[in-house]
């Protein structure tokens, strides 16, 4: 960090006392935005020239003082602007060269930033398929840290748990997520989806979702495609800092939260390094070799009993504010001699750090179950009804570092690292009446957990031009073969170093005496749970296009097409593991169990052998075959083209092939048929259209696509093995196909200005083999697993828009109000497996044969509004959102499956920008504002039955940013003088 600093200021000081300053920009075709690579740039003598490289982009060093730049391309009207350029400043001067002279002048930060509203809103309507995204901006105005919470605000997008990305209302099986166009791998063992909230967003350009398909993309998802674009290097030298502190209503300053003993220091970085985890005295040990000391050598198996840390009861503690920092630099750094245009070098380094405390006191956990069938009753059986608190702890911290060369105008390298590490520690305490056992037994669980997840990716890549460079004919590079490549290298970890649980009954006497019991026959003995995942990803692709002309126009000029191929390499291995260790025990004249775990758990009652007193003992309750080992190899070719059929008609179109073979294996030696996978290549089409309705401002999208969805390793490993988190028994399934999917889409799109858009779409996909989660009917106790069903077929409707209400409402022309949102419905249905039928049909005759998709949100809804005072420098955003019922749990015979009732999202934030070149700027916002229930639910005639119900509270963030940009600062001097003069 110390270096970053120093680093920096050194470079500033540098420019700061130069008596030339730099003038920045980029030049574009003002008919396709596309860069021109070539073009001549110079001032007014010649003395100064360079010529722009392959992404149009181009630096001078000038005297400063009043200077004129010039543009000349061949076969395009010659361009130039005067510029005043004061010693050390950095302007940026962007050009758009056409038929007929168009002067852009001086804007800010030279090209339109990605992070911009503009910029979004432009490559949403270039882009050959169907996308939506969020820029920076929006991400700041609605005051979302994570790339989960961004996204959720996005046309189409739900999050589930705050992790899991749904796109049009489809589960997160039929979502992929990459990072710079490149995979990243998943850190659940059960699903096939990057848990979202990993990535803060302070690290991120913009979100781009691709909801059509399009050969150059993997052909993994159907819902959408999440590109997250990390920070590029910027035009001058930047350095940041913020800081936030929030308050939130139910966790903040509470002196009821929940906490435990164990732990330390570094659970403030995101990772634990201290009491938790196997003993190594115990480690040592295989389970059969451990388990044969029982009374073979009970003194050694007293001692390893007695290594673990057997903290079981929750603390009370006082919990603080959430808080959150940042820090970012970057600069682009110049040749020393000025005579040299190459290479240049732009870099951007940054860290970000954040600590929230969750916690609720008022949930409620219910399970019911019908008895019998739906004619003869009228409700359902209560199982359990129990209080439910929770607290949670979540420290997440990331680091973020981008270095990019150009060696000359037609090669540029670039490397980008990142880390990103989360640490949970979660406590939670459950007490009510467990009736199936008995109506007068009340039941106590307590669950102590610390999971901790890292993800660290590496990306190097290059784009080059390829062919003769005709300098003296400039346009005809721009006809070039181009190349892009990218070779990203990640490794994502996920550990549960300690998760533990104890559980007890008691019952109240006549006497009002209460009677505590410990009793495994009905529920689990004190248990510890170890858990790690480790997968590895790499993933390399390479892109050649070359531009050429189609379909001549009016004027008879030719049209811009490109044709493109390439291929990527995806290649995946994971490790899963886990170990269980229970604390059993042996009754005797004194071990009872009176209530206090801390008394019950002491090293005194580990004496095996002493059946006359009673004791506890360890047993290694490891399934070997829940450990398993799995690897994927994804080959892939593809070819498209992008022209125009007619002058208005676009077609992006081609194919991709992809060769997938996957394997998993348990780890089990004695487990026949312990391996599941297959070997699969699929051809996939795409057809995307665009018909230009009015130019620039309306069109119609259109488009058939195939995609498909791939199983899980989990999901392929045929063996059974017990769930400890969720309780669930769940068994692979080695039969598993991939799933494949034709989609339909159509989108009407009007962009009444650069910063506006009205959209209205329609979608329409048929599943062939979907992979559905069910209960396997012929076990003799409840299974999980999962099946290809024959068909299901999901369709609905989008509407998205961003308005500017300045012209509508006018107020002063330094006041700018805008307001978007969107709306998505979705319909889908999926068909029950017949041996499935059979079991709800005993219960219920006239069950439906068909069900929602698993995670299906049935509607979204997104709104914002935003207010801007360019003078004053206050600005506000209301933002509100909310989705529909969805399916969360499906259940054995005819109890009703459960589903996630809607709860709506309301917030605000207000801002203010001050000092003497807005550097600073403070933020108040409140969140969750309705503090709605998170309601989980059965509903049988009529009457809803509670599974989950908790709150989260309000949350009230107050935060101070400051940004030193030198080239906004350069360019807001110059306005300044120019004004005076």
Same mark, same amino acid.
């Given at each position: 960090?110390?270096?970053?600093?120093?680093?920096?200021?050194?470079?500033?000081?540098?420019?700061?006392?130069?008596?030339?300053?730099?003038?920045?920009?980029?030049?574009?075709?003002?008919?396709?935005?596309?860069?021109?690579?070539?073009?001549?740039?110079?001032?007014?003598?010649?003395?100064?020239?360079?010529?722009?490289?392959?992404?149009?982009?181009?630096?001078?060093?000038?005297?400063?003082?009043?200077?004129?730049?010039?543009?000349?391309?061949?076969?395009?009207?010659?361009?130039?602007?005067?510029?005043?350029?004061?010693?050390?400043?950095?302007?940026?001067?962007?050009?758009?060269?056409?038929?007929?002279?168009?002067?852009?002048?001086?804007?800010?930060?030279?090209?339109?930033?990605?992070?911009?509203?503009?910029?979004?809103?432009?490559?949403?309507?270039?882009?050959?398929?169907?996308?939506?995204?969020?820029?920076?901006?929006?991400?700041?105005?609605?005051?979302?840290?994570?790339?989960?919470?961004?996204?959720?605000?996005?046309?189409?997008?739900?999050?589930?748990?705050?992790?899991?990305?749904?796109?049009?209302?489809?589960?997160?099986?039929?979502?992929?997520?990459?990072?710079?166009?490149?995979?990243?791998?998943?850190?659940?063992?059960? /699903?096939?989806?990057?848990?979202?909230?990993?990535?803060?967003?302070?690290?991120?350009?913009?979100?781009?979702?691709?909801?059509?398909?399009?050969?150059?993309?993997?052909?993994?998802?159907?819902?959408?495609?999440?590109?997250?674009?990390?920070?590029?290097?910027?035009?001058?030298?930047?350095?940041?800092?913020?800081?936030?502190?929030?308050?939130?209503?139910?966790?903040?300053?509470?002196?009821?939260?929940?906490?435990?003993?164990?732990?330390?220091?570094?659970?403030?970085?995101?990772?634990?390094?201290?009491?938790?985890?196997?003993?190594?005295?115990?480690?040592?040990?295989?389970?059969?070799?451990?388990?044969?000391?029982?009374?073979?050598?009970?003194?050694?198996?007293?001692?390893?009993?007695?290594?673990?840390?057997?903290?079981?009861?929750?603390?009370?503690?006082?919990?603080?504010?959430?808080?959150?920092?940042?820090?970012?630099?970057?600069?682009?750094?110049?040749?020393?001699?000025?005579?040299?245009?190459?290479?240049?070098?732009?870099?951007?380094?940054?860290?970000?750090?954040?600590?929230?405390?969750?916690?609720?006191?008022?949930?409620?956990?219910? /399970?019911?179950?019908?008895?019998?069938?739906?004619?003869?009753?009228?409700?359902?059986?209560?199982?359990?009804?129990?209080?439910? *608190?929770?607290?949670?702890?979540?420290?997440?911290?990331?680091?973020?570092?981008?270095?990019?060369?150009?060696?000359?105008?037609?090669?540029?390298?670039?490397?980008?690292?990142?880390?990103?590490?989360?640490?949970? *520690?979660? *406590?939670?305490?459950?007490?009510?009446?467990?009736?199936?056992?008995?109506?007068?037994?009340?039941?106590?669980?307590?669950?102590?957990?610390?999971?901790?997840?890292?993800?660290?990716?590496?990306?190097?890549?290059?784009?080059?031009?390829?062919?003769?460079?005709?300098?003296?004919?400039?346009?005809?590079?721009?006809?070039?073969?181009?190349?892009?490549?990218?070779?990203?290298?990640?490794?994502?970890?996920?550990?549960?170093?300690?998760?533990?649980?104890?559980?007890?009954?008691?019952?109240?006497?006549?006497?009002?005496?209460?009677?505590?019991?410990?009793?495994?026959?009905?529920?689990?003995?004190?248990?510890?749970?170890?858990?790690?995942?480790?997968?590895?990803?790499?993933?390399?692709?390479?892109?050649?296009?070359?531009?050429?002309?189609?379909?001549?126009?009016?004027?008879?000029?030719?049209?811009?097409?490109?044709?493109?191929?390439?291929?990527?390499?995806?290649?995946?291995?994971?490790?899963?593991?886990?170990?269980?260790?229970?604390?059993?025990?042996?009754?005797?004249?004194?071990?009872?169990?009176?209530?206090?775990?801390?008394?019950?758990?002491?090293?005194?009652?580990?004496?095996?052998?002493?059946?006359?007193?009673?004791?506890?003992?360890?047993?290694?309750?490891?399934?070997?075959?829940?450990?398993?080992?799995?690897?994927?190899?994804?080959?892939?070719?593809?070819?498209?083209?992008?022209?125009?059929? *007619? &002058?208005?008609?676009?077609?992006?179109?081609?194919?991709?092939?992809?060769?997938?073979?996957?394997?998993?294996?348990?780890?089990?030696?004695?487990?026949?048929?312990?391996?599941?996978?297959?070997?699969?290549?699929?051809?996939?089409?795409?057809?995307?259209?665009?018909?230009?309705?009015?130019?620039?401002?309306?069109?119609?999208?259109?488009?058939?696509?195939?995609?498909?969805?791939?199983?899980?390793?989990?999901?392929?490993?045929?063996?059974?093995?017990?769930?400890?988190?969720?309780?669930?028994?769940?068994?692979?399934?080695?039969?598993?196909?991939?799933?494949?999917?034709?989609?339909?889409?159509?989108?009407?799109?009007?962009?009444?200005?650069?910063?506006?858009?009205?959209?209205?779409?329609?979608?329409?996909?048929?599943?062939?083999?979907?992979?559905?989660?069910?209960?396997?009917?012929?076990?003799?106790?409840?299974?999980?697993?999962?099946?290809?069903?024959?068909?299901?077929?999901?369709?609905?409707?989008?509407?998205?828009?961003?308005?500017?209400?300045?012209?509508?409402?006018?107020?002063?022309?330094?006041?700018?109000?805008?307001?978007?949102?969107?709306?998505?419905?979705?319909?889908?249905?999926?068909?029950?497996?017949?041996?499935?039928?059979?079991?709800? /049909?005993?219960?219920?005759?006239?069950?439906?044969?068909?069900?929602?998709?698993?995670?299906?949100?049935?509607?979204?809804?997104?709104?914002?509004?935003?207010?801007?005072?360019?003078?004053?420098?206050?600005?506000?955003?209301?933002?509100?959102?909310?989705?529909?019922?969805?399916?969360?749990?499906?259940?054995?015979?005819?109890?009703?499956?459960?589903?996630?009732?809607?709860?709506?999202?309301?917030?605000?934030?207000?801002?203010?920008?001050?000092?003497?070149?807005?550097? $600073?700027?403070?933020?108040?916002?409140?969140?969750?504002?309705?503090?709605?229930?998170?309601?989980?639910?059965?509903?049988?005639?009529?009457? &809803?039955?509670? $599974?989950?119900?908790?709150?989260?509270?309000?949350?009230?963030?107050?935060?101070?940013?400051?940004?030193?940009?030198?080239?906004?600062?350069?360019?807001?001097?110059? /306005?300044?003088?120019?004004?005076?003069?």
């Amino acid at each position: 960090m110390r270096l970053f600093v120093t680093l920096s200021l050194l470079i500033f000081t540098s420019i700061s006392f130069a008596q030339t300053g730099t003038v920045r920009g980029v030049v574009l075709d003002s008919e396709d935005n596309e860069p021109l690579m070539g073009v001549r740039v110079y001032n007014k003598d010649k003395s100064v020239q360079r010529a722009t490289d392959f992404d149009g982009s181009y630096t001078l060093k000038l005297k400063a003082g009043e200077q004129y730049v010039y543009c000349s391309y061949v076969g395009y009207k010659d361009d130039s602007i005067k510029i005043n350029l004061q010693a050390g400043a950095i302007i940026s001067v962007n050009f758009k060269l056409q038929d007929k002279s168009l002067v852009s002048g001086i804007t800010i930060k030279g090209t339109a930033e990605v992070g911009g509203a503009v910029a979004t809103i432009g490559d949403e309507k270039d882009q050959g398929g169907t996308t939506t995204g969020m820029s920076s901006d929006d991400m700041k105005n609605q005051d979302v840290s994570t790339v989960a919470g961004a996204a959720g605000k996005a046309s189409g997008v739900s999050v589930q748990g705050g992790k899991y990305v749904f796109v049009r209302g489809l589960s997160d099986r039929y979502s992929k997520t990459t990072v710079n166009g490149a995979e990243v791998p998943g850190l659940d063992p059960n /699903r096939n989806s990057v848990q979202m909230d990993l990535f803060p967003t302070n690290l991120v350009d913009k979100l781009t979702i691709y909801k059509s398909f399009t050969p150059d993309l993997p052909a993994s998802f159907t819902g959408g495609l999440v590109d997250i674009t990390t920070r590029d290097f910027p035009e001058s030298f930047i350095v940041g800092a913020s800081v936030k502190f929030g308050f939130n209503t139910q966790s903040a300053f509470n002196n009821e939260f929940l906490g435990q003993k164990t732990g330390g220091f570094t659970d403030n970085l995101g990772f634990d390094l201290l009491d938790r985890g196997i003993p190594t005295s115990v480690a040592r040990y295989s389970t059969d070799r451990l388990n044969d000391l029982y009374l073979n050598d009970n003194e050694t198996l007293d001692d390893l009993g007695k290594a673990f840390n057997r903290d079981f009861d929750p603390i009370r503690k006082t919990s603080l504010f959430n808080q959150s920092y940042s820090f970012t630099v970057g600069n682009q750094i110049d040749p020393r001699d000025s005579t040299k245009a190459y290479p240049k070098i732009g870099y951007i380094a940054g860290v970000s750090y954040r600590k929230n405390y969750t916690h609720y006191d008022n949930g409620s956990q219910g /399970r019911y179950n019908l008895v019998g069938d739906v004619v003869t009753n009228a409700s359902l059986n209560p199982e359990l009804e129990l209080d439910d *608190t929770k607290s949670n702890e979540d420290v997440l911290w990331g680091a973020l570092g981008n270095v990019s060369v150009k060696t000359n105008p037609y090669n540029s390298f670039g490397f980008m690292t990142a880390r990103f590490q989360n640490g949970i *520690t979660s *406590t939670r305490y459950l007490e009510g009446n467990n009736y199936n056992d008995a109506n007068d037994l009340f039941f106590q669980t307590r669950t102590l957990m610390y999971q901790q997840r890292g993800l660290t990716t590496a990306q190097l890549k290059g784009e080059h031009v390829l062919g003769k460079k005709d300098t003296a004919n400039p346009k005809t590079i721009k006809d070039n073969w181009k190349m892009n490549w990218v070779g990203s290298y990640t490794i994502s970890e996920q550990e549960t170093p300690e998760l533990k649980f104890f559980t007890n009954d008691y019952t109240i006497q006549a006497s009002g005496d209460t009677l505590y019991d410990l009793q495994p026959q009905l529920y689990s003995d004190p248990s510890q749970f170890y858990r790690y995942m480790n997968e590895s990803n790499l993933d390399v692709k390479v892109n050649f296009e070359k531009p050429f002309k189609t379909y001549k126009d009016s004027a008879g000029n030719g049209l811009k097409a490109l044709f493109k191929f390439g291929g990527s390499y995806v290649k995946k291995d994971r490790v899963f593991s886990e170990k269980r260790y229970d604390f059993l025990q042996q009754s005797g004249n004194d071990l009872e169990y009176e209530g206090s775990v801390s008394d019950f758990m002491v090293d005194e009652h580990f004496r095996a052998g002493d059946f006359t007193n009673g004791f506890i003992y360890l047993q290694d309750a490891t399934e070997k075959r829940n450990s398993y080992r799995g690897n994927e190899t994804i080959i892939s070719g593809y070819l498209m083209a992008d022209f125009y059929a *007619t &002058e208005k008609l676009r077609i992006v179109a081609g194919a991709r092939v992809e060769a997938d073979s996957i394997f998993s294996q348990s780890q089990s030696p004695q487990l026949l048929d312990s391996t599941g996978g297959y070997n699969q290549i699929d051809l996939l089409p795409s057809f995307n259209g665009t018909y230009e309705i009015k130019k620039d401002t309306i069109q119609l999208r259109f488009a058939y696509t195939r995609t498909l969805a791939r199983p899980t390793f989990r999901e392929l490993a045929p063996f059974s093995s017990f769930d400890f988190v969720g309780g669930n028994v769940f068994v692979g399934n080695r039969n598993l196909d991939r799933t494949l999917i034709d989609n339909l889409d159509m989108r009407l799109e009007f962009y009444p200005s650069p910063i506006q858009k009205f959209t209205v779409g329609a979608f329409m996909k048929n599943f062939t083999n979907p992979i559905e989660r069910a209960f396997n009917p012929e076990a003799a106790n409840a299974e999980l697993t999962w099946r290809n069903v024959d068909e299901a077929i999901a369709y609905g409707a989008e509407v998205d828009f961003r308005l500017g209400l300045d012209s509508l409402i006018k107020i002063d022309k330094h006041t700018h109000m805008t307001v978007g949102g969107n709306v998505t419905y979705v319909f889908s249905q999926v068909q029950i497996p017949e041996k499935e039928m059979v079991v709800i /049909r005993a219960q219920d005759p006239n069950a439906e044969t068909t069900r929602q998709m698993f995670g299906q949100a049935p509607y979204i809804i997104n709104a914002f509004f935003r207010y801007e005072n360019d003078t004053t420098n206050w600005s506000a955003n209301i933002n509100f959102g909310v989705s529909g019922q969805k399916l969360s749990v499906v259940t054995v015979g005819g109890t009703p499956n459960v589903f996630e009732n809607a709860r709506p999202n309301l917030g605000f934030n207000v801002s203010k920008k001050f000092g003497e070149y807005d550097q $600073f700027k403070v933020k108040f916002s409140a969140l969750n504002l309705l503090n709605p229930e998170y309601n989980q639910t059965y509903e049988f005639k009529g009457t &809803e039955y509670l $599974f989950s119900s908790f709150t989260r509270g309000r949350t009230f963030n107050i935060s101070l940013k400051y940004l030193f940009d030198k080239a906004d600062q350069d360019e807001k001097k110059a /306005r300044a003088k120019a004004a005076i003069d």
